[in-house]
């Protein structure tokens, strides 16, 4: 399986980081290694004094599919959940500076940590709350209806560039709120009531 993700994907956060509002979406890759699941602890690594958390809805592909049609893509997946993109900020900064690309500073191992899968059945994927507390306090709040681009639309995006396969997992975009992890800290998520992520970092 792949993970695929999308950066850039909500203005407040763009704005945060100082970034340009894209013209089309920036794609990047995370590895199969760098998947946590079951809420296993999140380890940081020795190489960065700046890991941040980014929440993220995430989607599971369910059928294979390639140049898919955006008014088709709905067939294409059948549960979301969420996932932390962890970024190596100092890293990711350095390689910004330089024009090369971020897979260091995004890809590392267990820096995708993801929950478990919901349908989406009953679900209005165009208005879903997700939150993040940060040691019981509300860190990140976002609602998909402020995605810059639909999860329709960049599943007919990225699938132009690389087939989709049954069990990929695409990662949507954060809204705004990103900021430091420190050992001791507690991450927890929500897709509105429900508590998906709740995991410790080491
Ligand atoms: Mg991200």
């Not at 960065?48 to 993220?56: A, G």
């Not at 997946?77 to 390689?95: C, K, N, P, V, W």
């Amino acid at each position: 399986m792949k993970i695929i993700a999308i950066g850039r994907n909500y203005v407040d956060h763009i704005k945060e980081l100082n970034n340009d509002v894209p013209d089309s979406p920036v794609i990047f890759n995370k590895p199969e290694t760098a998947i946590l699941k079951d809420n296993a602890d999140f380890y940081l690594p020795g190489f960065s004094h700046d890991i941040h958390h980014e929440l993220e809805i995430i989607v599971k592909i369910s059928k294979i599919g390639k140049n898919i049609e955006e008014k088709f893509a709905h067939k294409y997946y059948d549960e979301i959940g969420l996932g932390i993109d962890f970024t190596a900020r100092d890293l990711q900064s350095e390689l910004k500076s330089k024009g090369l690309p971020w897979e260091l500073a995004k890809g590392f191992d267990g820096s995708a940590p993801i929950s478990k899968f919901i349908p989406k059945a009953g679900l209005d994927l165009q208005n879903l709350d997700f939150n993040l507390l940060l040691n019981d306090k509300t860190q990140q709040s976002g609602n998909t209806s402020l995605m810059i681009y639909s999860i329709d639309s960049i599943i007919a995006y990225v699938s132009k560039y690389f087939t989709l396969k049954v069990g990929d997992i695409i990662f949507t975009g954060t809204p705004k709120g990103v900021s430091k992890v420190n050992a001791g800290d507690r991450l927890e998520g929500f897709i509105g009531e429900h508590k998906l992520l709740d995991f410790y970092v080491k």
